[in-house]
C-alpha cells in the first residue's frame, strides 16, 4: 500500500465534508452567525430529526452556542456566496453580522435568516470534545424553507464553494483556514470528557 502523505490524506478526507451551512446563535441581547462545513445528519429515524456539526473553539459562535444549548442550522444555496463571505470570514465578537441581513425570530428565539434553502431549529441533545473544536448533537425541533419557498435551486456544497468562490478571496480563505488547522494541531491532542448539561443527574 502507498504511504499517503498527510496533505494528500487531508485531500481525500475533504470528500466527506458536507454542504456549506450558516448557523446562528444568540444569548440575551447579543445574535450571531457563522458559516460550518462540517454538518451531517445524525439520525435515520424521521421522527427524531438530529444533526451534528464541529464547531471550532475559537469562534464566537461556539461560546453562544455552549452557554445557550441552542442553535439555527441553515442549508444554503449554491448562490449565496456572499452571505458566506459575511458569515465565515470575520468574528462577530466585536460587531454584529446579522445586521441589515433580513431574518426572524424562530420557534426557539433565534434568528433565521430569510434567504436559505432550508433551516433547522436544534436544541443540543450532547456533545462531544476534540480537544480544539465541540461536536455539538441537534434534536431538530422546527424545520422550515427559506422565503423563495420549497427547496428553491440547489444546494451549497464545499467542494461547489471552494471551486467557485470569487478569486480575490481565495488569499483571505487560505489564511483563515491556515490559522484554523495552527490553532487545531496545537489543542487536538487535548481531549476533555465533557457531560453534557441534560444528560447530567439531578
Ligand atoms: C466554507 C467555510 C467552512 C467553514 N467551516 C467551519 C466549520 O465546520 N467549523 C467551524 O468552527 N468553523 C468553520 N468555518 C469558519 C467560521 O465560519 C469562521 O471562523 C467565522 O468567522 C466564525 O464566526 P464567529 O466567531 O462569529 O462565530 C468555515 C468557514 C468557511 C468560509
Not at 446563535?25 to 421522527?47: E, F, K, L, Y
Not at 452571505?83 to 465565515?88: A, D, K, P, Y
Not at 480575490?168 to 480563505?173: A, P, Q, V
Request: overall charge neutral; glycine content about 8%; aromatic content about 8%.
Amino acid at each position: 500500500m502507498p504511504i499517503l502523505q498527510p496533505d494528500q490524506i487531508y485531500q481525500l478526507l475533504r470528500n466527506l465534508t458536507s454542504p456549506v451551512v450558516a448557523i446562528t446563535s444568540a444569548r440575551g441581547g447579543t445574535r450571531n452567525g457563522m458559516i460550518a462545513d462540517s454538518a451531517v445528519r445524525a439520525s435515520i429515524v424521521p421522527s427524531i430529526p438530529r444533526v451534528s456539526v464541529y464547531i471550532h473553539k475559537f469562534n464566537y459562535s461556539h461560546d453562544l452556542i455552549f452557554e445557550t444549548g441552542r442553535f439555527v442550522l441553515h442549508l444554503l444555496r449554491d448562490d449565496q456566496f456572499e452571505l458566506i463571505h459575511r458569515l465565515g470570514f470575520a468574528s462577530g465578537r466585536t460587531r454584529d453580522k446579522l445586521a441589515g441581513l433580513p431574518h426572524r425570530s424562530g420557534t426557539l428565539g433565534l434568528p433565521v435568516l430569510d434567504d436559505c434553502y432550508a433551516h433547522f431549529e436544534c436544541r443540543v441533545a450532547n456533545v462531544m470534545d476534540t480537544g480544539s473544536s465541540t461536536c455539538f448533537l441537534g434534536d431538530v425541533l422546527d424545520v422550515g424553507y427559506g422565503s423563495a419557498g420549497q427547496a428553491v435551486g440547489s444546494v451549497m456544497t464545499a467542494a461547489y464553494f471552494r471551486a467557485n468562490m470569487p478569486p480575490e478571496w481565495r488569499g483571505e480563505y487560505e489564511a483563515l483556514l491556515r490559522a484554523a488547522q495552527q490553532f487545531a494541531a496545537e489543542r487536538s491532542r487535548d481531549i476533555r470528557p465533557v457531560i453534557w448539561r441534560s444528560l447530567e443527574q439531578p
